[in-house]
Structure formats: C-alpha cells, structure tokens
C-alpha cells in the first residue's frame, strides 16, 4: 500500500501531542492536588480564581487526548475508513475541550497574580497543544475528502461507493456478467 501525505505528516504530529498530554496531565494533576490541599502558596505553584476551573478542564482534555491519540494511533496502523471515523471524531472531541481549556488559560494569565512556574507550564502546554491538536484534526478530517491525504469515504473497493456500472440514476444500472444485482 502506497504511503499518503496524511500518514506521514499525522505520525510525528499525533507523537509529539501524546507526548505533550501526558506532561500536561501530569502538572496539571499536580498543581491540582496542591490547590486541593490548599497549599497555594508554595513556590512553584500559586495562582488565581481561575486556576481551579483551568487545571479541570486541562485534566479533562490531556485524559481526552491522550484517548483520541490511542483512537489515532490505531488508524495510522491500519489505515482504513473505519478507523479513520474513530480517530477523526475522538481527535474533533479533543480538540474541543483543549480550546475550553485554552479559554480558561487565557482568562488565568489576564487576571494576573502570582503564578508558579508548573502553572505556567501547563498554561503555556495547553496554548501549544490547542494549536497542535488543531493541526492534527485538519490532517484526519482530510481524509474524508481525498485519498490522498487518507483513506477517505469515497472508495470504490470492498463494496463501497458508485462502481462502474452504476450511473446513479434509478433504472439505468447496467449489470455486467457475473455481478450481484
């Protein structure tokens, strides 16, 4: 099978977002247990009024995407319409709760305040991821319209889609020999 555009731009991509959840999960996780033991004020983690709701929704979306690249990972090796579904819609739903996060991030850095350098990398992961993971859902969802950038919906093999001898309009299919009507 001929290598596309798609796979070979969506595999280090999909690497380096994994990669960037599980760091993002694991400050965020971090940060939250010390706001949750309300320790605020230990050096490297401070914050704001926001930080709550921002280290929920960045937790949220690293579990999320770390998923979606499981989803994604499974349709770079097989490569098939079927798993190009999985992984464009888990990727689509990722990416949708990285952007609630990334709000909340944009509102944490313009109240302000004293915030430690962990909180700032998850911020600062979670403003990268966004565009990244964005990236990522444009290279799956290209799929859907070209073979060459994946898969796509419109094949013909297996069964799937207009064959040849299929115009499309009612009562003016022609059977060839040995074919299913």
């Not at 050096?43 to 949220?60: H, Q, R, V």
């Not at 464009?88 to 302000?112: D, H, N």
Request: aromatic letters at 12%; charged letters at 15%; glycine letters at 12%.
């Amino acid at each position: 099978m001929a290598s596309t555009v798609g796979r070979n731009v969506a595999a280090p991509l999909l690497f380096l977002n994994l990669v960037m959840y599980f760091i993002t999960l694991g400050f965020a996780g971090w940060c939250l247990n010390k706001y949750i033991n309300r320790q605020t004020n230990h050096p490297s983690f401070g914050g704001n009024g926001a930080t709550e709701f921002f280290l929920e929704f960045a937790i949220l979306a690293s579990v999320l995407g770390i998923v979606s690249k499981f989803a994604g990972g499974n349709h770079l090796r097989s490569w098939r319409n079927d798993s190009l579904a999985a992984a464009g819609s888990t990727s689509l739903v990722a990416w949708a709760v990285t952007v609630l996060a990334f709000g909340l991030a944009c509102k944490e850095i313009i109240v302000g305040g004293h915030r430690g350098w962990r909180l700032r990398i998850v911020e600062a992961f979670i403003i990268i991821l966004t565009i990244t993971e964005l990236l990522y859902v444009l290279l799956v969802h290209a799929g859907l319209y070209s073979s060459r950038y994946g898969p796509g919906y419109r094949d013909t093999e297996h069964g799937i889609g207009m064959g040849t001898h299929d115009t499309g309009i009612k009562g003016t299919t022609t059977s060839a020999a040995g074919t299913r009507v």
